[in-house]
């Protein structure tokens, strides 16, 4: 696909453009309250002055104690043999899961587990339904599939509501932190904070629950897939593992990851840049015209939807050379505009307004979460793993990421 149509979509200078409305984007987008037919919120990019990187510093205490009991329990699953095998995939989906939930939730953390535990139960439910022949009003008959998705439904929301009612008081008595996601969102809500064109824009409670929802769809796999890639890459590639190895050991020694180090890690970027490339976790991006429009020379009508192929542009040998399918973090050496051949073909974290919000917040945990494994083990793939990229919601490996891990 042309880069300069990407741009054009991405931009969406002419306002005909909207996240899509298919269901399963919905659930994406969303949350799984899309399914009960609640509404794509408007109102996102309030909270993005609030969610700026300097606020997210104070999250590195969420990183590390996260990161310390994933240590911990790969040092138990390995035991006293000084080696073991350790399936990363679903370790590092929970891990993830801990780290959305106490620096969304902070004091808040288990109630806020809880729920990420509910939407995982629901979320296959879902997919259920969305894969079945659609009846209109089926969803509301009482069978045991849509009282048990109301149920959790109902539970999440409980939650939530109780929670975000709890923190709002506090808030006003002045007695609330508030240096998680849901008080930075809370903080920016009970702003009166105007959009381009003068309208209030606060939210409702619904609507701070669904951000609260779309943080974990958004925030939780997303990461776990760009880490789960990241070591098996290394493992399939030493001679960069120990490179990053030692990059990590020369600026922490043995000490734990600071924000100020974490920063400096070129080659570690180059890694995780490389590996966003070549296993972006989005595959693809989808708008909606919402009106005729022209994009390139071609008219849509109204109703199409756009498809943003992440994946295809990123292996595309017209952009990134003959070795576009190789894995050479080296090629971003220079930075991510010097490392293809043509400009605009590197997007694992969308572009445009909506670009994601949390890409500084996932990089910096991805960075803290590597440096860790990487100072405690070194790591080689197991007989058992079959390499097989999968295009689920986001891009799993489809059989599981069976690694053996030695103590270093
Ligand atoms: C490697 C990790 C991640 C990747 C690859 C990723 C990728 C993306 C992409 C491609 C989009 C744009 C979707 C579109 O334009 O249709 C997006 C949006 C978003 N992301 Fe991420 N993301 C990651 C991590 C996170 C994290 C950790 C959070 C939250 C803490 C997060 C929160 C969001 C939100 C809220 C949006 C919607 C923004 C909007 O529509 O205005 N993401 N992400």
Not at 92 to 100: C, E, H, M, N, R
Not at 126 to 153: D, H
Request: charged share 25%.
């Amino acid at each position: 696909m042309d880069p300069e149509l990407v741009r054009e979509v991405l931009s969406d200078k002419s306002g005909c453009l909207q996240k899509p409305r298919n269901p399963l984007a919905r659930l994406l987008a969303s949350g799984l309250a899309a399914y009960e037919g609640q509404k794509w919120t408007k109102h996102r990019r309030i909270i993005n002055p609030a969610f700026h990187l300097e606020k997210l510093k104070h999250m590195m205490a969420a990183f590390s104690l996260c990161c310390d009991e994933l240590i911990d329990r790969w040092d138990g699953l390995i035991g006293g043999r000084g080696s073991g095998e350790v399936d990363v995939w679903p370790e590092l989906q929970s891990f993830t899961g801990d780290v959305i939930s106490r620096a969304a939730f902070g004091s808040s953390y288990r109630e806020g587990r809880r729920i990420f535990e509910l939407q995982e139960e629901q979320a296959p439910l879902v997919m259920e339904v969305l894969q079945s022949l659609y009846i209109p009003g089926y969803r509301y008959l009482p069978t045991k599939k849509n009282k048990k998705m109301m149920a959790i439904s109902k539970e999440v929301g409980d939650i939530l509501r109780s929670m975000i009612e709890q923190r709002v008081q506090a808030t006003r008595k002045g007695e609330a932190k508030n240096n998680d996601l849901l008080g930075l969102l809370l903080e920016s809500n009970m702003t009166d904070y105007p959009d381009t064109r003068g309208y209030r824009n606060n939210m409702t409670i619904e609507e701070v629950i669904e951000e609260c929802k779309l943080f974990y769809f958004a925030g939780q796999e997303t990461t776990s897939v760009l880490l789960t890639w990241t070591i098996i890459a290394l493992s399939m590639h030493p001679d960069w593992q120990a490179r990053a190895r030692d990059e990590v050991s020369q600026v922490f020694g043995k000490n734990k990851p600071d924000y100020e180090g974490l920063n400096r890690l070129k080659d570690v970027t180059m890694v995780l840049h490389e590996v966003l490339r070549l296993y972006p976790p989005a595959s693809m991006l989808i708008r909606e015209t919402t009106k005729e429009m022209q994009v390139g020379n071609i008219t849509f009508p109204a109703g199409v939807h756009l498809v943003l192929p992440i994946l295809s542009m990123h292996h595309d040998a017209e952009f990134w050379g003959p070795d576009s399918t190789e894995f050479r973090p080296d090629r971003f050496g220079e930075g991510i505009s010097k490392a293809s051949k043509v400009q605009g073909v590197f997007f694992p974290f969308g572009r445009g307004p909506r670009i994601c919000i949390g890409q500084g917040f996932a990089l910096l945990e991805a960075k803290m979460a590597l440096s860790r494994i990487l100072q405690q083990f070194s790591f080689e793939l197991s007989p058992s793993y079959a390499h097989a990229p999968y295009t689920a919601i986001t891009l799993h490996p489809q059989h599981g990421a069976q690694i053996i891990f030695h103590r270093i």
